[in-house]
């Protein structure tokens, strides 16, 4: 890890966030003078942040890209075109009542841009039920020459340019994901690469008004044991804390979405509820600063049920963060399967996303029980080296 040139930063006066340019100490050397830059979106993208992370709500992810849809789209016998997509992401977005339990979704470029069949903006539906748009930004994962077969996110160039349009419309938060493997090592040159991807990705997102979600993630894959995600866990968000100050991003304006902490897919052992929420937990209260108002996470290829029920062991303690969730597999599951791409599902199907969005609200509220759940929200979605 490259640390040499840490900076310590003077924010004695952060309640007031004022991020106003500040020097170090005339006797400090003039190599280690820092600027902290003052962005003109500080107190909205707190805002939104706060707003995001607010009790008993989470995000929806339906960021799939146009090859990730086109599975999900596969597996219930519909071919990957706009219109399915459109009609699927459609269903989703305009559930009535949504907002009372999501309070940001994820979405592809397409679905940023994208009517319902009636012409209202997708963005305009969530507006009206309070939920905040985010946009997907990384360009996907490509391999990392020079490390043990992992891989590195693109999308930096012309990142500024592309969040200020998304921006104008009506994205007001962004994600970028990259992943580290487990059994490819990872190498020390992947960890730094994904860091330093994400700390870049996120200052830009604040300069142009979006709220970086920061998603390491750290996937399944493999057959390790719980210590062992907790330890390379430890030394990712490390890295990532490290870059994310030495590019002056504001801590109360982004949101996080970490894997949780659980022993590999091919563990022999599968670990309790109340074991993931201890390691996940110890693990961010070691590296991430009260500051940061929000720890989204991701579900991974978890069941439905086996996410929320991990979510709701998590809350059972007070935390310094708002503790929920941004799900994909683990919101949508049921939904595809209820729905199968027939007219006359579309309520049911609408109905099976509410069921999920309540119990992972009861879930972030601490109050959660799998009691009457379905053998389907029980079924595993992980799948070998996946791709987002
Ligand atoms: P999953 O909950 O399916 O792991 O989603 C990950 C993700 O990054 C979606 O935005």
Known sequence: MACSSLVKLNTSSSSQLSFTNQRLPSSASPRRVSIVRAGSYTDD???????????GRGILAIDESNATAGKRLASIGLDNTEVNRQAYRQLLLTTPGLGEYISGSILFEETLYQSTTDGK???????????V????????LVPLPGSNNESWCQGLDGLASRSAEYYKQGARFAKWRTVVSIPCGPSALAVKEAAWGLARYAAISQDNGLVP????????????PIERTLEVAELVWAEVFHYLAENNVVFEGILLKPSMVTPGAEHKEKASPETVAKYT????????????????????GQSEVEATLNLNAMNQSRNPWHVSFSYARALQNTVLKTWQGRPENFEAAQTSLLIRAKANSLAQLGRYSAEGESEEAKKGMFVKGYTY
């Open 45 to 55: 993208l707190v805002k939104t942040a706060k707003s995001i992370a607010s009790p």
């Open 121 to 131: 903006k997708f963005v305009d539906c969530m507006r009206d039920e309070n939920i």
């Open 133 to 140: 748009p985010g946009i997907k930004v990384d360009k996907g």
């Open 213 to 224: 979600i920061v998603e390491p993630e750290i996937l399944l894959d493999g057959d390790h």
């Open 281 to 300: 937990l110890s693990m961010l209260k070691r590296r991430v600063p009260p500051a940061v108002p929000g720890i989204m996470f991701l579900s991974g």
